[in-house]
C-alpha cells in the first residue's frame, strides 16, 4: 500500500447510498484516515461545521440540500480540498464542478483503489500548497497575484478562484513567456498520476480565463500552444478611448 502523506487524515463522506457509503468509509479507515459519513445535503454542513475535516468526498445527487449547494456552502467558509464522487459524468456536470470549487471529479462507478490513490493526491497537493504559501507576490501588468493572501486581482478587480485554478495560474504567471506543456501542468498541479489527463486541464484553464475576463476583459493572459501546453503573457494595456 502507498504510503498516506498525512495520516489520520479527517475525510467527510457525503453519500445518500448506505452500502456505498459504508464502503467508502471501510476503504479510506483501511487506509488510516479518519471517515465521517453524512447521509444528506443538510448533514453534510453540520458535519463539516463541527469536525473541520481534510477533505470531502462529496456527491452531488443528495436529499435535503443538493452538492451543488453544499460545494457552495464550504467553498464560501473553507479552502478544504473536495473531491466528488458521482453518477454524473457528463462533461458540463464536470465543468460546473471545477468551476464551482472542487479539486477533482470521479465517476461511478469507479475503482477504489484509484480513488485512494486520488484522495491522497489531494491531501499531497493541500500539504505542499499550505507549505507553499509565501508573502511575495508577482505583479505582472493588470495581474496582481498575493501569495500570502491567496488573493488574485486583475484590473484591480478581486477575483475569486479555486485553490486549483489558483496553483495553476500561478505556476503559469511565474513563468511569463514561456509555453508550458500540458504533462508539466498536469504533474505539478494535480500530481504526476494526471500527466495524461488534458481534459482537465483543459476545462481547469477554460474556467481561469473565464474569471480573468469578467474582471479585465480587455486583456488576454493566457495564450493556447495548441497541441503542447499554455503560455503566460502580461495582460496588454487596455485600449484607448483615442
Known amino acids: 500500500m502507498i504510503p498516506d502523506p498525512r495520516p489520520g487524515a479527517r475525510i467527510l463522506i457525503v453519500e445518500d447510498e448506505p452500502e456505498f457509503a459504508d464502503l467508502l468509509a471501510l476503504w479510506v479507515e483501511r487506509h488510516g484516515w479518519r471517515p465521517r459519513v453524512a447521509r444528506d445535503g443538510a448533514?453534510?454542513?453540520?458535519?463539516?461545521?463541527?469536525?473541520?475535516?481534510?477533505?470531502?468526498?462529496?456527491?452531488?445527487?443528495?436529499?435535503?440540500?443538493?452538492?451543488?449547494?453544499?460545494?457552495?456552502?464550504?467553498?464560501?467558509?473553507?479552502?478544504?480540498?473536495?473531491?466528488?464522487?458521482?453518477?454524473?459524468?457528463?462533461?458540463?456536470?464536470k465543468i460546473r464542478g471545477l468551476g464551482a470549487g472542487a479539486d477533482d471529479y470521479v465517476t461511478k462507478p469507479l475503482s477504489f483503489p484509484e480513488l485512494m490513490a486520488r484522495i491522497e493526491a489531494v491531501l499531497r497537493r493541500a500539504d505542499i500548497r499550505a507549505a507553499a504559501i509565501a508573502g511575495d507576490e508577482i505583479h505582472h501588468p493588470g495581474l496582481v497575484?498575493?501569495?500570502?493572501?491567496?488573493?488574485?486581482?486583475?484590473?484591480?478587480?478581486?477575483?475569486?478562484?479555486?485553490?486549483?485554478?489558483?496553483?495553476?495560474?500561478?505556476?503559469?504567471?511565474?513563468?511569463?513567456?514561456?509555453?508550458?506543456?500540458?504533462?508539466?501542468?498536469?504533474?505539478?498541479?494535480?500530481?504526476a498520476g494526471y500527466r495524461d489527463d488534458i481534459h482537465?486541464?483543459?476545462?481547469?484553464?477554460?474556467?481561469?480565463?473565464?474569471?480573468?475576463?469578467?474582471?479585465?476583459?480587455?486583456?488576454?493572459?493566457?495564450?493556447?500552444?495548441?497541441?503542447?501546453?499554455?503560455r503566460f503573457r502580461p495582460g496588454e494595456e487596455p485600449a484607448s478611448d483615442a
Open 145 to 191: 497575484i498575493d501569495g500570502r493572501g491567496h488573493r488574485v486581482a486583475a484590473d484591480g478587480v478581486e477575483i475569486h478562484l479555486t485553490p486549483t485554478e489558483y496553483r495553476l495560474l500561478r505556476h503559469l504567471a511565474e513563468r511569463p513567456g514561456r509555453v508550458v506543456g500540458h504533462a508539466e501542468l498536469l504533474t505539478a498541479i494535480w500530481g
Open 43 to 93: 448533514a453534510a454542513i453540520v458535519a463539516f461545521e463541527a469536525e473541520e475535516p481534510d477533505l470531502v468526498l462529496l456527491d452531488l445527487s443528495l436529499p435535503r440540500l443538493s452538492g451543488w449547494h453544499v460545494i457552495e456552502r464550504i467553498r464560501a467558509a473553507s479552502l478544504v480540498p473536495i473531491l466528488l464522487v458521482t453518477a454524473r459524468d457528463g462533461e458540463q456536470d
Open 200 to 230: 482537465l486541464l483543459r476545462v481547469t484553464i477554460r474556467n481561469l480565463r473565464a474569471k480573468l475576463a469578467e474582471a479585465a476583459p480587455d486583456r488576454r493572459f493566457l495564450e493556447t500552444s495548441y497541441g503542447i501546453g499554455y
